[in-house]
């Protein structure tokens, strides 16, 4: 038998990538799709069926196979595969006569929402015994700096890549008899380098107050400056915060 293997992956005209194929006896047949392309099929849903999730909100983790979106084994671009159970495959993968069959847009939105689900599910803490873990690199969470007379405490939610809102009270005087003074914070800003750097708005004759927030794992350190005047008397976000949700 005469076999010939062409390129692993070819580039087709419009861009799209092509799965292997393989000449046997001057044929054309296609060979298995490229590992790298598989792998990142299978991870990005995490072996979930996207017809299981989208039809009955089952998020179980599937026997199942890739699929080709536009039924054509020779397309292998990524965003043309999708991984379904077995049921689900050979349902997407019938011709019905009589009743509607499913449609390649009905996949492609599970699809979406599956992924969508699984990237934020990803991104939540999980709990190693009584330890929260939060994943690598994610800054959310609620941070507080206690001390005997003052207190602070930080809400930060990551609301776009690289992008925060922080939501920000400290206390000055927690025990005086008429009330603590307070100061408060409420902005978004860019994430950069593991730092937020916010500037206040200009107040008349006096410097803009700045604050750099400098994240390191549970803890964040907040550092001000032009911080007298700007909050009530005292008040200040400076110091070392703990995570504690
Ligand atoms: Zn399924």
């Known amino acids: 038998m005469v076999l010939e293997v062409l390129e692993t992956v070819l580039g ?7 799965a292997d194929i393989e000449l046997v006896d001057g ?28 039809l009955n909100r089952d998020l179980g983790i599937k026997l199942g196979q890739i ?17 379904l159970c077995l049921e689900h495959h050979n349902v997407y993968d019938s011709r019905f006569r009589q009743s509607k069959g499913i449609t390649e847009g009905e996949v492609r939105h599970f699809r979406n929402e599956l992924l969508a689900l699984i990237d934020y599910v990803w991104k939540q803490p999980v709990a190693i015994n009584r330890v ?3 994943p690598i690199g994610d ?10 007379y003052e207190n602070a405490e930080l809400q930060i ?38 730092k937020i750097v916010y500037t206040g708005k200009p107040l008349r004759g006096k410097r803009r107050y700045k604050l750099q927030l400098t994240f390191q794992q549970d803890r964040l350190i907040a550092e001000e400056n032009a ?6 008397l005292n008040v200040s976000f400076a110091g070392q915060y703990v995570r504690i949700e």
């Open 27 to 54: 044929a054309v047949r296609k060979k298995r799709m490229p590992q790298r392309i598989e792998t990142e099929v299978l991870i990005r849903c995490r072996r979930r069926c996207c017809l299981c999730y989208g």
């Open 157 to 194: 939610d990551v609301v776009a890549p690289n992008r925060a809102r922080v939501i920000g009270f400290a206390l000055w005087g927690t025990n005086r008899e008429c009330g603590p003074n307070i100061g408060e914070l409420d902005f978004e800003a860019p994430i950069c380098d593991g």
């Open 12 to 18: 087709g005209h419009d861009g799209r990538v092509l």
């Open 227 to 232: 911080a007298v005047g700007y909050f009530g």
């Open 139 to 148: 800054i959310s969470g609620r941070y507080i700096r206690d001390a005997a």
């Open 132 to 134: 929260r873990v939060h």
């Open 67 to 83: 699929a080709h979106l536009d039924h054509d084994p020779g397309n292998g671009n990524p965003d043309n595969l999708v991984f």
